[in-house]
């Protein structure tokens, strides 16, 4: 069916199966938030923020980079360099996802809504940055890291500090599998002259700074357990995080790059999916 086919374009477009690397960790921001459960109704504009947020972001990154998409051999497949979606339907899918996200926080909460606008624009300063500066990794972490900050702020309506080592956290571990992800693109980077931290200063200097970058990750996350009180079953969820973090850089060598993808992909999506789990089940499990 055509209408069928064209959604699973837009769902290829967006990578939609990456929304198990951020959604996870502002389920995890909402928990902290509520202690517990927050509301059915907290949880669905959680949701349809993330969703809109997520699917503008993946918008503006390919209507940004559409035309370096269509020189690079790994990307000119993509649905707007092969001419499957055009531009202008491009446009205003981005368009309608941001209106989603915008309504979104609207119906969560004042400081929630007034803080979108920040947020949108950081993720269209994103696919920009790679045009002049090797710390567009970190911007994309930035990005990122406004997930769980956005779902604390839904479901408390204020800012606290004690979130800040999940932001933090989500952005450094961002930060650090986004240079694994730009190994794939290290040699067209500098024919291209497009900063990224691999192509500025080579692979290995790039997986030592991917490693400190995931370092600083569990220290935040350990850095949680006291200030929310948590359990031992948490501690159990972020101590199987850093082994999949270990395993995932144990995948990845200077030498030897031909196991990146499941490095990026899969390890990343089960390291998020563990820490809201465990955080969730700390809060249902009785000790």
């Known amino acids: 069916m055509p209408i069928f086919k064209k959604v699973t374009d837009y769902l290829r477009m967006i990578k939609f199966s990456h929304s198990v690397f951020a959604l996870p960790f502002a389920f995890t921001g909402a928990l902290l938030a509520a202690q517990g459960m927050p509301s059915f109704r907290q949880i669905f504009w959680i949701t349809t923020a993330m969703f809109g947020a997520r699917s503008g972001a993946m918008g503006i990154n390919r209507i940004v980079d559409r035309k370096i998409d269509a020189i690079n051999p790994r990307t000119k497949e993509r649905e707007l360099p092969k001419g499957v979606i055009r531009l202008r339907e491009a446009v205003s899918f981005t368009g309608i996802a941001f209106i989603f996200f915008l309504i979104a926080?609207?119906?969560?909460n004042p400081l929630c809504f007034a803080m979108a606008p920040a947020a949108i624009a950081i993720i269209i300063l994103y696919p920009y940055t790679k045009r002049f500066t090797w710390l567009c990794h970190v911007v994309l972490g930035i990005a990122i890291?406004?997930?769980p900050l956005g779902a604390w702020i839904a479901v408390k309506g204020a800012i606290d500090l004690r979130i800040f080592p999940l932001v933090f956290g989500v952005l450094f571990w961002v930060a650090g599998f986004d240079l694994f992800y730009a190994l794939?693109?290290?040699?067209?980077d500098k024919e291209q002259r497009l900063y990224s931290l691999p192509s500025k200063f080579g692979i290995k200097n790039a997986l030592w700074t991917a490693r400190a970058f995931h370092i600083v990750t569990l220290i935040m996350l350990f850095a949680l357990m006291p200030l929310f009180k948590l359990s031992i079953i948490y501690l159990a969820g972020v101590v199987l995080a850093a082994l999949m973090l270990l395993y995932e850089h144990s995948l990845?060598?200077?030498?030897?790059l031909s196991r990146l993808d499941m490095a990026f992909f899969n390890m990343n999506g089960y390291i998020s999916i563990t820490v809201f789990v465990f955080t969730l089940l700390n809060y249902i499990v009785p000790l």
């Open 105 to 108: 926080t609207y119906k969560l």
């Open 145 to 147: 890291s406004f997930a």
């Open 184 to 188: 794939h693109d290290i040699d067209f």
């Open 252 to 256: 990845v060598k200077p030498s030897d």
